[in-house]
């Protein structure tokens, strides 16, 4: 089961500890990194994305454990069917067996 962002006593979220989360680097258009942002955080708990470098369009995706692979899944759809430029660049733990073109 996912670990799931605590909510503090003034109401902020905040994510699972970094020891527990998965992390992905991606590098990706400048004009969707909102995008993208956007919608892997609209899953609540998921995922939380940060912008690492905002001029080469470099982000960092921490994921919960338990949903890598809804993750991966989601950025390849954004990448096949929306057309979105994704590219993985780094991860915190082993690859999941599939390129995002893949899926």
Request: hydrophobic share 35%.
């Amino acid at each position: 089961m996912a670990t799931l962002p605590a909510i503090d006593g003034s109401g902020a979220m905040h994510p699972p500890s970094n020891s527990s989360l998965t992390t992905y680097e991606f590098k990706v258009d400048r004009q969707d990194i909102g995008y993208v942002r956007f919608t892997l955080e609209s899953y609540d708990g998921m995922a939380v994305v940060s912008t690492r470098d905002p001029y080469t369009a470099l982000i960092e995706v921490s994921v919960s454990p338990g949903c890598e692979e809804m993750v991966m899944g989601l950025l390849a759809s954004l990448s096949r069917d929306e057309g979105l430029a994704i590219e993985q660049v780094s991860s915190s733990r082993s690859p999941l067996g599939h390129s995002l073109t893949e899926r």
